[in-house]
């Protein structure tokens, strides 16, 4: 059984910022995709960042340029840096792993869920 811890969460001001983390533990043979989403009240979930396993990153228009995914592939650890912070980036952000277990099948796995919260 795969498990994501999330942490980093909380309440900023805008233009402020935040660092998640997000660390998977498990029997896994490999990690490909690691990735954050987030969901605000009244919204479908949405993709913030992608990162392979390679370090190619892909992000959401909305958030280009402000923040950074990262990966420490020794320690199975995504990041969201996130910088200049606006209301609107208010959600639950949840972290993202695609992985291949141990019978070499391929398996997602969805953490809890950390909230952010972006007010003055």
């Known amino acids: 059984q795969v498990q994501l811890v999330e942490s980093g969460g909380g309440l900023v001001q805008p233009g402020g910022s935040l660092r998640l983390s997000c660390a998977a533990s498990g029997s896994m043979f490999s990690i490909n995709d690691m990735g954050w989403y987030r969901q605000a009240p009244g919204k479908e979930r949405e993709l913030v960042a992608i990162i392979t396993r390679g370090g190619n990153t892909n992000a959401a228009d909305s958030v280009k340029g402000r923040f950074t995914i990262s990966r420490d592939n020794a320690k199975n650890t995504v990041y969201l840096q996130m910088n200049s912070l606006k209301p609107e980036d208010t959600a639950i952000y949840y972290c993202?792993?695609?992985?291949?277990?141990?019978?070499?099948?391929?398996?997602?796995?969805w953490g809890q869920g950390t909230l952010v919260t972006v007010s003055s």
């Open positions: 993202n792993l695609k992985y291949i277990n141990t019978r070499h099948y391929s398996e997602i796995a």
